[in-house]
Antibody
Framework: VQLVQSGVEVKKPGASVKVSCKAS????????ITWVRQAPGQGLEWMGW????????DYAQQLQGRVTMTTDTSTNTAYMELRSLRFDDTALYYC?????????????WGQGTLVTVSS | DIQLTQSPSSLSASVGDRVTITCQAS??????LNWYQQRPGKAPKLLIY???SLQMGVPSRFSGGGSGTHFTFTISSLQPEDIATYYC?????????FGGGTKVQIK
């Protein structure tokens, strides 16, 4: 099981970013994908979750209206788009697969995508 | 939102020591708690789910316990490769939240 994420992004405030997460080694639609971010030197922040089976989503309240999570089952890829970027969106963004159905425990994780918001 | 308070925020111990981290929830989360290890510069890794179940492939020196609002995570014999920050995470309801982390170092 492996999750491979897209590369480094540098964006200006107000722009959008779309991070991809390509899954391999398992049946993609059998497990949901969670997105977590980590600001430089800080802890982990849960952003949301998407079912790879039916596309159902749950988003963190503080990101509602700015974040959209999607999947493409033809390419086994999950996407996280964040709009209206702010300086405090600078972070390492991780995708992770649900490891144990019904627990929200996630493993493995992607390698992370660094998104820098800078003017 | 449920708050998770980890203590200590950092600790230093010798190889072979028993290390215990606590995670206090602001309300009853039953046993809906996971523990993750994040080595420096790496992505997190799941160690424990459902408060006390060991994830496949994780060494048995790691263990978890507790329920309700008080949880513990223990390394029975600290090894050099255990240098990392450890996070608890609840999944009782949305939003899922993480504790602030405990940084474990070798003395």
């Amino acid at each position: 099981v492996q999750l491979v994420q897209s590369g480094v992004e540098v964006k200006k405030p107000g722009a959008s970013v779309k991070v991809s997460c390509k899954a391999s080694g398992y049946t993609f639609t059998n497990f949901g994908i969670t997105w977590v971010r980590q600001a430089p030197g800080q802890g982990l922040e849960w952003m949301g979750w998407i079912s790879a089976d039916n596309g159902d989503t749950d988003y963190a309240q503080q990101l509602q209206g700015r974040v959209t999570m999607t999947t493409d089952t033809s390419t086994n890829t999950a996407y996280m788009e964040l709009r209206s970027l702010r300086f405090d969106d600078t972070a390492l963004y991780y995708c992770a697969r649900v490891a144990v159905v019904g627990t929200s425990a996630v493993d493995p994780w992607g390698q992370g995508t660094l998104v820098t918001v800078s003017s | 939102d449920i708050q998770l308070t980890q203590s200590p925020s950092s600790l230093s111990a010798s190889v072979g020591d028993r290390v215990t981290i606590t995670c206090q929830a602001s309300q009853d989360i039953r046993n809906y708690l996971n523990w993750y290890q994040q080595r420096p510069g790496k992505a997190p890794k799941l160690l424990i789910y459902d408060a006390s179940s060991l994830q496949m492939g994780v060494p048995s020196r790691f263990s978890g316990g507790g329920s309700g609002t008080h949880f513990t995570f223990t390394i029975s014999s600290l090894q050099p490769e255990d240098i990392a920050t450890y996070y608890c995470q609840h999944y009782d309801n949305l939003p899922l939240t993480f504790g602030g982390g405990t940084k474990v170092q070798i003395k």
